[in-house]
């Protein structure tokens, strides 16, 4: 086997046979729960930063009628908040319920809340795992609050649906 040969196998050997280590990188069934749940405490890190942002946007807009010099103050914000309050379904017969619960707004509160939920009960985990509290059973740990969370995203979903005065969004 000449030298170039040998570099070549070595090479295939170093990366586990033509480049299947790259492959495995982007496989989505080679990664554990650890990842996946950096991955989404990182996503939902951005959604709750871009909802602040939206939020102090449209909050904002009641001082730009002002200075917009629209007559009605209020008016542009009014209209935002009268669209976020319609339902997706309005007029097709759908029951209340339905129609409450396929509001732009509702839908709205319901991600907001399973990204607070979730990044919530996450951070919890990680701060166990710096107190060094839970580390062999990381797998464990992340169900138990993660079947939490679902629970506590469950019961505030059912306040805001039996307590309408719950829900700010678009009202």
Do not use: C
Not at 119 to 127: F, K, P, S, T
Not at 142 to 154: K, N, T
Request: glycine share 10%.
């Amino acid at each position: 086997m000449s030298e170039t040969e040998q570099i070549v196998h070595q090479t295939q050997v170093e990366t586990d046979s033509h480049g299947s280590k790259f492959y495995r990188w982007f496989n989505p069934f080679s990664r554990g729960i650890g990842m996946y749940s950096w991955l989404a405490q990182r996503l939902t890190g951005l959604f709750l930063i871009m909802y602040v942002f939206i939020h102090f946007g449209i909050i904002g807009t009641m001082m730009l009628d002002t200075f917009l010099g629209f007559e009605t103050p209020g008016l542009l914000y009014n209209s935002i908040t009268s669209a976020m309050g319609s339902s997706l379904v309005e007029g097709m017969g759908f029951p209340d319920v339905v129609e409450s619960m396929l509001r732009f707004s509702f839908l709205i509160d319901a991600a907001l809340l399973a990204a607070l939920v979730y990044h919530g009960y996450n951070g919890i985990r990680v701060v166990l795992f710096d107190l060094g509290i839970g580390i062999r059973k990381q797998k464990q740990v992340f169900w138990i609050l993660f079947i939490l969370g679902i629970i506590s995203w469950i019961l505030a979903m059912y306040l805001i649906m039996i307590v309408p005065e719950i829900v700010l969004a678009g009202e």
